[in-house]
């Protein structure tokens, strides 16, 4: 079974504090996603990454594909109240053709 | 506003109701998707329509019936349906099938908050 696993599940924390989360596999993946899910919405992506070590921002937001291509890491920096909600990272396997997988979805509550 | 349109929003249903969920999108994209969100569990995928065949069925229970008359329009019937059948049901679209490759985005619906007495 392909699992993608993030972690932490549930951080709370205060507005202008940094933070990270994580998306970790055994499989490797063709390319990797982030998406936002804000409460009473759909998930929206963030952005894509497709190469081993790539480095993508987003403004206070930065998102890094591991080496091997198997791990994912979101960075927030000074995070505010509107970044809160529900983030999910997909990964298109590798030996079937880009098929997405979805990991659990790490829920981000910043207080203000 | 991300071009597709989920209805309805809210549904209740006994186990015994027959009840629809639509879905339509206004992007020209080519596949859809059905997806159930489940609190503390993964996306699980339930079946993808790309030029309006069908193209994945992960194994879900016939008590849930997709059909797709166009490109636009994604249904999911539902019938004699269980409790833990309760859920967020997604609808997608992308440009291509993002299965079959490449690194196309998923367009999601708000989806549908579906729960089974």
């Known amino acids: 079974t392909q699992l993608l696993e993030q972690s932490p599940q549930f951080l709370s924390i205060q507005e202008g504090e940094n933070l990270t989360v994580y998306c970790n596999s055994s499989?490797?993946?063709?390319?990797l996603q982030w998406y936002r899910q804000e409460p009473g919405e759909g998930p929206v992506l963030l952005v894509t990454?497709?190469?081993?070590?790539e480095v993508k921002k987003l403004k206070r937001l930065t998102f890094q594909f591991g080496d091997a291509r198997k791990d994912s890491s979101l960075h927030i920096t000074a995070a505010q109240p509107g970044d809160t909600g529900l983030y999910l990272c997909?990964?298109?396997?590798?030996?079937?053709?880009?098929?997405?997988?979805f990991g659990q979805g790490t829920e981000l509550s910043v207080k203000p | 506003e991300t071009g597709v349109t989920q209805t309805p929003r809210h549904l209740v249903m006994g186990m015994t109701n027959k009840k629809s969920l639509k879905c339509e999108q206004h992007?020209?994209?080519?596949?859809m998707y059905w997806y159930k969100q489940s609190a503390k569990k993964p996306l699980e995928l339930m079946f993808v329509?790309?030029?309006?065949?069908?193209?994945e069925n992960n194994s879900v229970p016939s008590r849930f019936s997709p059909e797709c008359p166009n490109s636009s329009h994604l249904f999911l019937h539902l019938h004699t349906l269980q409790p833990e059948d309760s859920a967020l049901y997604l609808c997608?679209?992308?440009?291509?099938?993002?299965?079959?490759?490449?690194?196309?985005?998923?367009?999601f619906g708000e989806g549908s908050r579906l729960t089974v007495l």
């Open positions: 997608a679209s992308s440009s291509d099938r993002v299965q079959a490759g490449g690194n196309g985005e998923l367009f």
């Open positions: 990454v497709v190469t081993g070590g």
């Open positions: 992007l020209g994209h080519n596949a």
């Open positions: 499989s490797v993946f063709s390319s």
């Open positions: 329509y790309s030029l309006e065949e069908r193209v």
């Open positions: 997909a990964g298109g396997l590798y030996n079937q053709g880009g098929k997405l997988i």
